[in-house]
């Protein structure tokens, strides 16, 4: 925020209420209030992947409710009505009234399809015009109330100080947006930020690593309400007389939608410009007969030819191009050749990166103390006689599964013999008809994934789950809402203390891109990179989230041999140095088998086999019924810190 940059911007705006004529400096100042819902719609639209098409209508609603709680109703019986209150209560009062109707639009409408919130909310515009948009109320066409009084907004006074001309008022205008915009980028790089746009991004993969999908999105729908409020507050100001209701129909929710789809649903500074943009040129260029119709269905188009990232990631490609040149150059590094990779006899025998040894060990000792302590059970996760049926299909029919502590398990089986949809009931996706799941020694069977998330679970899915507009650095952070743990308000606030949690949580996640050989991606789009690095992006993702059990779920789906080799490479050095608990499911059998300290084999919904990658490759039923008899595995030449064995083929029996 003090960057160069945004100074020479804030010295462009005050010479521009300075020297501008003084209908540009109103014109200017009319597009705050815009420009600060339009910062609510890009909460909601551009972080949380929500929609609103009722934000004309609360925006409105703001301006009419707050010039009539502020004016005095005076003593004559047929004054024009108010309340009368400090303008700082009646503001508290209206932010606080469209950001809690808001909050019950997003809690009521999160079981629904999106289509239905596209009704909700276009119904609710159609309540408020038929409620709030009234004469008594807004003035109706003629600006004045039941009693013919023509309607006035209590002009603030600041400090004592009249603000009531152009210039000043701008200025005025001009600290609030200031603020606005400092509130914003400080929740952008808060946990909280990250964590919305996880949520908007994929909500299981946020529930995964201890975000409650729900709570965020509430959170979002009462943050676009907030700044909904607030920027009517600030037009009742602008605007001395209620701006007729016709201003805040249906049709200009689309507007202001249009405005962060421009601008780049993750660019604060270019909402600002776009909405200033869209005030000032139907002014400038009248002569053309441009209104801000022609430039909302511009921007809408403009969007979708621009995709998700707008103008502001369009200009902050160019930016990084124009300075650290392009991205094969920003990226180089050495890395360790394909052939090698390929030539390796085994998974574990590859090197998990190009780190020297006193880089690698200084990123353990960051992520070591990141991490929370293991406990010392003998089990990290057990499942007891799980049954899931879809219909008439039993996809698990009493499978019983063991995880011991610190130890690498791998689960193997043909095509739909219940892998995923057992990793699913251990990870809290989805709860089980029957049987019961533990997690170190707690009956976890009825907690949520999130709640799992923070007793130490954490997991990737079979496709890649990464935020694609964002850096690799947001993505990693994204993972560690849940292990920071301070209150958003203290990160607005700007509290220190709470901003040295997240310097610390960056420090875990650059040891983490380090440890998986992606932290030369540390400031690309994650979009931007090849399958392998999106898929290490994820995993340090999981990282980050501090988990004592990590859940691989096909981590080697999609990739190349190389690729693959190298990754469980990766995937076995973690286990060891940072002494973690890893479940995957997998397709690729050699793998497991010379990664695993053990295995278990599912097919048809039960556990066929279980034991050691020695016992699974020599045992006949897994070898006629799914590994073949072509499969051969060479003993590991070390087996300490073996875990503790299961004692029949099914532990669970």
């Known amino acids: 925020m003090s960057s160069p940059g945004a100074l020479v911007w804030f010295g462009l705006m005050i010479l521009w209420g300075l020297l501008a004529p003084r209908y540009l400096v109103f014109t200017a100042t009319s597009a705050v209030p815009v420009a600060v819902v339009a910062l609510g719609l890009l909460v909601l639209v551009g972080w949380a992947r929500d929609i609103s098409l009722a934000t004309a209508g609360l925006y409105g609603s703001a301006i009419y409710l707050f010039g009539y709680v502020t004016r005095h109703s005076g003593s004559e019986p047929n004054g024009p009505d108010g309340w009368g209150l400090p303008w700082v209560l009646a503001g508290i009062v209206i932010v606080l009234g469209v950001a809690a109707t808001m909050a019950v639009v997003g809690m009521l409408s999160a079981p629904l ?29 003629s600006g004045g109330d039941r009693h013919g009084n023509v309607l006035h907004n209590p002009q603030p006074t600041f400090f004592g100080l009249n603000i009531s001309s152009d210039t000043r008022f701008y200025f005025f205008c001009l600290g609030w947006l200031a603020v606005v915009l400092m509130v914003m980028v400080r929740l952008r790089h808060s946990p909280m930020g990250l964590a919305l746009h996880l949520v908007g991004n994929d909500r299981q993969a946020a529930a995964a690593v201890g975000v409650n999908p729900l709570r965020f999105r509430i959170y979002a729908f009462a943050m676009s309400g907030a700044l909904a409020g607030l920027g009517g507050m600030i037009a009742a ?11 805040f129909t249906a049709p200009v ?98 090197e998990g990166g190009a780190l020297a040894d006193e880089e690698r060990d200084r990123a353990l000792r960051v992520m070591e103390a990141w991490l929370p302590p293991r406990p010392e059970v003998e089990f990290a996760a057990r499942a007891d006689d799980v049954v899931v049926s879809f219909g008439a299909v039993r996809a698990l029919d009493g499978a019983s599964i063991r995880v011991p502590n610190r130890a690498m398990v791998g689960l193997l089986g043909p095509n739909g013999a219940g892998k995923s949809t057992l990793f699913d009931v251990i990870a809290g996706v989805r709860r089980p008809d029957e049987g019961t799941v533990f997690l170190f020694g707690s009956d976890a069977s009825g907690l949520p994934a999130w709640d799992r998330a923070r007793l130490g679970v954490a997991r990737t899915f079979q496709a890649t ?20 743990g301070a209150n958003p308000a203290r990160f607005l606030l700007g509290d220190p203390r709470a901003w040295a949690q997240q310097r610390r949580a960056e420090e875990a996640a650059l040891a983490a891109a380090q440890l998986l050989n992606i932290e030369h991606y540390w400031n690309e789009r994650a979009g931007a990179l090849e399958f392998s690095a ?31 080799v190298a990754l469980f490479g990766l995937l076995k050095r973690l286990h060891i140095d940072l002494g973690l608990t890893v479940l995957l499911v997998e397709h690729n059998v050699a793998a497991v088998l010379d990664t695993c300290d ?29 590994l073949g ?10 087996t300490a810190d073996q875990p503790p064995q299961p004692a029949s083929a099914n532990p669970g029996a």
């Not at 100001?237 to 201003?247: G, V």
């Not at 008899?629 to 070390?638: A, E, G, N, V």
């Open 113 to 141: 399809p999106g289509v239905y919130l596209i009704v909700i909310t276009l119904a609710l515009q159609e309540i408020i015009e038929r409620t709030i948009f009234t004469y008594d109320m807004a003035g109706g066409l």
């Open 237 to 247: 100001w602008l605007y001395r007389e209620p701006p007729t209701f016709i201003t």
């Open 253 to 350: 929710s689309l507007v202001l939608l249009a405005i962060p789809i421009l601008a780049g649903l993750d660019s604060i500074a270019f909402v600002a410009v776009v909405a200033a943009a869209f005030q000032i040129t139907p002014v400038a260029l009248e002569s053309l007969r441009i209104s801000s119709y022609h430039l909302a269905a511009g921007g809408l188009l403009g969007g979708l030819a621009l995709g998700t990232r707008g103008l502001g990631g369009l200009a902050g490609d160019g930016w990084r191009y124009l300075v650290h040149g392009p991205r094969r150059y920003r990226t180089a590094r050495s890395q360790a050749s394909t052939a090698s990779l390929r030539a390796s006899d085994g998974v574990t025998d590859v």
């Open 465 to 484: 789950r990464v935020m694609k507009d964002l850096t690799v650095r947001d993505n990693l952070l994204a993972g560690a809402y849940q292990r920071i």
């Open 534 to 564: 999106r898929r290490r992006a994820e995993i340090g993702r999981c990282l980050l989230a501090g988990p004592r059990l990590l859940l691989l779920d096909e981590p080697a789906a999609g990739l190349d041999p190389a690729s693959s």
């Open 598 to 626: 053990l295995v278990y084999v599912l097919a048809e919904g039960k556990i066929l086999a279980a034991g050691t990658p020695i016992e699974i490759a020599s045992n006949g039923a897994v070898r006629s019924r799914y």
């Open 629 to 638: 008899t072509r499969m051969r595995l060479q003993p590991r030449s070390s």
